[in-house]
């Protein structure tokens, strides 16, 4: 039969373990939580790396496009007297807009 001294001893390493347990599985949420949280702002850096390359993408088209309308309009503004000047600059200046 166990004395009341034993059963007491027993009590307390019962709730001791139970702290420890409780202890360990908040250190395990809290690391969990703490990986979640750094997956979540590894993809929205991923996602702002995404968005801003898009945009790069669509300034350097933009540009590019510009870039061959001033071409278009600039071979639109050369004389005729120009062009009977140097034939060949005449086939490149065709040759350029046909390209695009």
Known sequence: ???????????????????????????????????LKQQQQQQQQQQQQQQQQQQQNMLEQFTLGATRLQSTINFGKLSPAMCAKSPQRLQLCFAYASSM
């Open 1 to 35: 039969m166990r004395t009341g001294r034993q059963q007491q001893q027993q009590q307390q390493a019962l709730k001791s373990a139970q702290a420890k347990n409780r202890k360990v599985l908040l250190s395990f949420c809290n690391v969990k939580e703490r990986g």
